[in-house]
Every structure is written in structure tokens, then in C-alpha cells.
């Protein structure tokens, strides 16, 4: 997959280089290019800014250095993947929720493109002009503001990469996560066996597989209705069995 960030602090980027990412990027698997968005300014002080019309606080991107920085994407990435366009994501407090759904819808893409917004936003135009030549997602990472697009691309990066084959190594770890079913995870225990006073519990240790996968399925349950109602709500009654009522 190739992904092209553009930001004016290119550097926020640099934890893309850490850990399964920065592997999948050595690998191959990725191919990552952050740009700077001042590089696409002609203007001796870099100007990426300036005040609203219809007056209000703060400040706007300006639109002229985002199209020339999204024209060069295109051109560089097209060279790379050939051909075809990226699909855009901006994100914003102002944008469709991100959730495990989009990003594995994003992860079946050959090539996204970031646009890390700052100040009280991105001009309009460079929506309207983007969206007539691809696809473009405005999205959200949750209910609360951040001061600029670069942690939640971060964090989307890292959610779409790792559901792209090869970047896991266990791919079964994937399966009974959070947010792939619609019910949260199961709490998990490791050794010893009993740390601080506190033991584990004891069908963990029956060696009994069936029960085993109950008790998790209990749990998930449980955990779901306690700290989110909302997602236990959506569940598919389907989805449900006398058992799984019972809890
Ligand atoms: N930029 C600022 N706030 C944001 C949020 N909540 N999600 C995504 N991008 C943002």
C-alpha cells in the first residue's frame, strides 16, 4: 500500500518508522511519504495561513499550497502505483467517525493520502477540488478536538496498517479483537499464577476448550454491556444465542 501523509510538521510523522509499522515499511509492505506542506508556498516566510472571510477567530489554510502539494501526490504517486488516484482522508473533529469497519475497508486500498489539517481548518475549495478528482473522507477520531490532523493520522495509520496482509505476523490475533465482532475484548491473564495475592481464573486452567471459550464469550459480553451499552445495543439479535441471553 502506499501512503502519502502531507503536514506542516513532518516530523510528528517520524513514529511511523517504530515497531510492526516501521517493519512493514522495511518490508515493503508499505511504502510511506511524508510531505512538507511548506515546500508548496512561494512566499519568503512559508505562508500557510491566513484570516477568515466573514471575520471569527483564528486562522485558514490558504488553498493555493494544498492543491499544488495534492497535484504533486498524484503525480508522484501515480508515477509509483501506476496510475489511478488516492483516496484523500482528511481528518477532522468535524468528520464521519473512524472506526474498525473503515479501517478495514481503507486497508483493501492501493493508495491513500493524508492531509493533516491545522488552525480552524483547510479553505473549503480544497474539498470541492479534491472530491472531482478522488475519492474524498473527512473522518473523525472521536468526540473531542486535537490541535491539528498529524496524531490522528497516527493513530489511523497504524489501525489500517496492521490489517494489511503480512504487517501481523499472527494473523489469528486479529480474529477475537475489540471492535471485529462488535463486542469487546476478554480480559487476558499470563504467569504466574498468582501475582500480588491474585490468582487467575480457575476455568483458565481446566484445560477444557469449550468451557474456556464460554467463559470468554461471557466475558465479552459482560465488559460490553458494563462500558458500552451503545455497541451492545447495535448487536445483531441474530448474533445472540440462549446462552449468550442468559449473561
Ligand atoms: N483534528 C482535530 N481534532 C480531530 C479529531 N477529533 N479527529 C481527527 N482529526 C482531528
Given at each position: 500500500?502506499?501512503?502519502?501523509?502531507?503536514?506542516?510538521?513532518?516530523?510528528?510523522?517520524?513514529?511511523?518508522?517504530?515497531?510492526?509499522?516501521?517493519?512493514?515499511?522495511?518490508?515493503?509492505?508499505?511504502?510511506?511519504?511524508?510531505?512538507?506542506?511548506?515546500?508548496?508556498?512561494?512566499?519568503?516566510?512559508?505562508?500557510?495561513?491566513?484570516t477568515?472571510?466573514?471575520?471569527?477567530?483564528g486562522?485558514?489554510?490558504?488553498?493555493?499550497?494544498?492543491?499544488?502539494?495534492?497535484?504533486?501526490?498524484?503525480?508522484?504517486?501515480?508515477?509509483?502505483?501506476?496510475?489511478?488516484?488516492?483516496?484523500?482522508?482528511?481528518?477532522?473533529?468535524?468528520?464521519?467517525?473512524?472506526?474498525?469497519?473503515?479501517?478495514?475497508?481503507l486497508?483493501?486500498?492501493?493508495?491513500l493520502?493524508?492531509?493533516?489539517?491545522?488552525?480552524?481548518?483547510?479553505?473549503?475549495?480544497?474539498?470541492?477540488?479534491?472530491?472531482?478528482h478522488?475519492?474524498?473522507?473527512?473522518?473523525?477520531?472521536?468526540?473531542?478536538?486535537?490541535?491539528?490532523?498529524e496524531?490522528?493520522?497516527?493513530?489511523?495509520?497504524?489501525?489500517?496498517?496492521?490489517?494489511?496482509?503480512g504487517?501481523?505476523?499472527?494473523?489469528?490475533?486479529?480474529?477475537?479483537?475489540?471492535?471485529?465482532d462488535?463486542?469487546?475484548?476478554?480480559?487476558?491473564?499470563?504467569?504466574?499464577?498468582?501475582?500480588?495475592?491474585?490468582?487467575?481464573?480457575?476455568?483458565?486452567?481446566?484445560?477444557?476448550?469449550?468451557?474456556?471459550?464460554?467463559?470468554?464469550?461471557?466475558?465479552?459480553?459482560?465488559?460490553?454491556?458494563?462500558?458500552?451499552?451503545?455497541?451492545?445495543?447495535?448487536?445483531?439479535?441474530?448474533?445472540?444465542?440462549?446462552?449468550?441471553?442468559?449473561?
Amino acid at each position: 500500500m502506499r501512503l502519502d501523509v502531507v503536514s506542516i510538521f513532518p516530523d510528528y510523522l517520524a513514529p511511523l518508522d517504530l515497531s510492526l509499522i516501521g517493519k512493514a515499511r522495511r518490508e515493503g509492505l508499505v511504502d510511506l511519504h511524508v510531505h512538507d506542506l511548506r515546500d508548496f508556498t512561494h512566499d519568503r516566510h512559508r505562508t500557510v495561513d491566513d484570516t477568515p472571510y466573514g471575520g471569527g477567530a483564528g486562522m485558514v489554510m490558504r488553498p493555493e499550497p494544498w492543491g499544488e502539494a495534492l497535484d504533486h501526490v498524484v503525480a508522484a504517486g501515480a508515477a509509483a502505483v501506476g496510475g489511478g488516484v488516492p483516496h484523500l482522508v482528511v481528518p477532522g473533529p468535524g468528520g464521519r467517525p473512524f472506526t474498525q469497519e473503515l479501517a478495514r475497508e481503507l486497508a483493501q486500498q492501493p493508495w491513500l493520502a493524508f492531509a493533516c489539517g491545522r488552525y480552524e481548518g483547510i479553505d473549503e475549495r480544497v474539498y470541492d477540488e479534491a472530491r472531482e478528482h478522488m475519492p474524498v473522507s473527512v473522518l473523525s477520531l472521536g468526540d473531542y478536538v486535537l490541535n491539528g490532523g498529524e496524531v490522528a493520522v497516527l493513530a489511523m495509520v497504524e489501525a489500517i496498517a496492521r490489517l494489511i496482509p503480512g504487517v501481523i505476523g499472527n494473523a489469528e490475533s486479529l480474529v477475537e479483537e475489540s471492535h471485529e465482532d462488535g463486542l469487546l475484548e476478554y480480559p487476558v491473564y499470563t504467569k504466574p499464577p498468582v501475582w500480588r495475592g491474585r490468582g487467575i481464573p480457575e476455568v483458565l486452567l481446566s484445560g477444557h476448550h469449550g468451557q474456556i471459550a464460554r467463559w470468554r464469550r461471557d466475558e465479552r459480553l459482560r465488559r460490553t454491556a458494563q462500558r458500552r451499552p451503545d455497541m451492545l445495543a447495535a448487536l445483531d439479535p441474530a448474533a445472540l444465542d440462549e446462552r449468550d441471553r442468559a449473561v
